[in-house]
């Protein structure tokens, strides 16, 4: 819909009517938006294959904004509408559970591979850098280091999963692609995350497969 630069729009915090969280508001000629996704300044490809997958292909209604640190993708919303719309959880609708899990089952793979090749020093960096992640992309419940620990040491198939948006998994498997090659180097670390979803049965790591082979994070994780 729009690419705006900083000084084209406001941004203020608003609560939310049904959780105790701000929830942060970009306004424009009298629209409000309300953020779907951040990504940092090396990410501009990603950042607009989000926004066309949106306006182009789901017909919403977003704005990139482009500022010289980041890049952000907002979803328009009516403000007596944000527990309607469960903004400030992401947008684009609950994941389907199979993504959920193996969302989950690549994030374990790739701690892991950091801590057992890289060392626990390295482990503890990855787990604040990711913690930031979640808190960047409002995950829910994930906003301090046990809940973080938690989430990346928890066996999934014997827990409830969390409740996530598939936006919010967009960007966490962007997020991840970039950590993990700012550790390993290389891409090659994705080919060794993926073995970790022959746990899950073949109906959902077939369901995973179509459903990251339509989102952004594709190239990335192929």
């Known amino acids: 819909m729009f690419i705006l630069k900083r000084q084209d729009v406001e941004i203020s915090n608003v609560r ?5 969280q701000q929830i942060p508001i970009l306004s424009y000629q009298g629209q409000t938006f309300t953020l779907l996704n951040v ?13 066309r997958d949106l306006t182009d292909n789901r017909g919403k209604a977003c ?21 309607a719309s469960d903004a400030g959880g ?31 020093r390295q482990g503890a960096k990855f787990r604040q850098e990711i913690g930031e992640v979640f808190k960047r992309l409002q995950f829910p419940a994930l906003d301090s280091p046990p809940a973080v620990n938690n989430i990346l040491e928890v066996n999934p198939f014997e827990s409830t999963l969390p409740s996530w948006q598939e936006l919010q998994i967009v960007g966490l498997l962007q997020e991840l692609h970039v950590l993990g090659k700012s550790y390993f180097g290389n891409t090659n670390f994705t080919s060794r995350a993926f073995d ?4 899950m049965n073949d109906g959902e790591r077939s369901e995973f497969s179509d459903w990251l082979g339509r989102s ?5 994780w192929r």
């Open 16 to 20: 939310h009517p049904e959780k105790d």
């Open 39 to 51: 990504f940092g300044a090396n990410q501009a490809e990603e950042a607009r294959a989000l926004w």
């Open 63 to 83: 704005v990139l904004l482009e500022e010289p640190d980041r890049f952000s993708v907002w979803g328009k919303v009516r403000l007596d509408r944000l527990g």
């Open 90 to 120: 992401g947008s684009g609708g609950a994941a389907p559970i199979p993504c959920v899990l193996a969302s989950l089952l690549l994030l374990q793979a790739v701690y892991f591979d950091i801590e057992d090749l890289l060392g626990e």
């Open 196 to 199: 970790a979803l022959q746990e």
């Open 216 to 220: 952004p994070a594709a190239k990335l």
